[in-house]
């Protein structure tokens, strides 16, 4: 059975891409789901974040036509499998520019990604050739919202930008969800912030929201998912939550 294939994208940085990629997955592979990784962005934060770093081969080298299969690596958790990120990836974007199929590189690539139940792509902070590749390969988008000020201008623009993607390369691509992120309910900001993306998305936005907090800044400098950092925080709590809402979902 082909696995679900997830993006998490946001042209935004530091809404919680990277943290809900690796959370989720760590959720997922504790439920026993066969999950994989894969680092699209070349700042390599999700390969850090899950303890590794790419000694060799890389997603560089998915896009550049190397089979899957000797990719992909096992991590220090069960089920949960990485394809590593390294900063060489930042020229893959312009290469990917150059050919007339350069888009569709990564969906390729997924074809033969039998024996996962699920792939999540983690995207880099842009609207670039990685994160294109990456929508033009998912069955289904996740939207990290850090919940401030400015959320609702950038979610505006990506939504436009994945019916694009849907229109033109990928016709079975859906949101599978908008997820609230860093929220901090001390604040009337964070209340407000929430309240407008609910009125604005309704279903779409999980019931779950992912709190500000100090566990899920510390996790990814230790390599470890918050699920296993310290899983009775506010954090791990969260992400087991929209982890069961996207099963759900799915």
């Not at 929508?135 to 401030?148: K, M, S």
């Not at 079975?172 to 609910?198: F, P, Q, W, Y």
Request: with cysteine.
């Amino acid at each position: 059975m082909k696995p679900r294939v997830y993006a998490f994208a946001n042209q935004k940085g530091g809404v919680g891409k990277t943290t809900t990629a690796i959370n989720l997955a760590a959720c997922l592979a504790e439920a026993g789901e066969r999950s994989l990784v894969v680092d699209l962005d070349p700042q390599a934060n999700a390969t850090s974040g899950l303890g590794m770093r790419a000694n060799g081969t890389s997603s560089y080298d998915l896009l550049d036509g190397a089979p899957l299969e000797e990719l992909v690596k096992p991590t220090a958790f069960d089920n949960l499998f990485l394809v590593p990120s390294k900063p060489e990836l930042a020229g893959a974007a312009v290469e990917l520019s150059r050919h007339d199929d350069g888009d569709r590189y990564l969906a390729q690539a997924l074809e033969h990604a039998d024996g996962f139940d699920f792939v999540l792509l983690d995207c880099p902070p842009s609207l670039g050739p990685l994160t294109v590749n990456a929508l033009a390969a998912a069955d289904r988008v996740i939207v990290p919202v850090q919940t401030e000020y400015y959320a609702l201008e950038g979610l505006a623009q990506l939504v436009q930008s994945i019916n694009l993607i849907k229109t033109r390369l990928n016709p079975r691509l859906e949101i599978a969800g908008v997820l609230l992120t860093m929220a901090d309910g001390r604040t009337r900001l964070s209340a407000d912030v929430e309240a407008e993306v609910r009125r604005h998305f309704g279903e779409l936005v999980f019931t779950a929201v992912v709190p500000r907090s100090v566990r899920v800044a510390e996790a990814p400098s230790h390599g470890l998912p918050v699920t296993h950092y310290d899983r009775r925080s506010r954090g791990a709590e969260a992400y087991w939550k929209v982890a069961m809402e996207l099963v759900e979902r799915r």
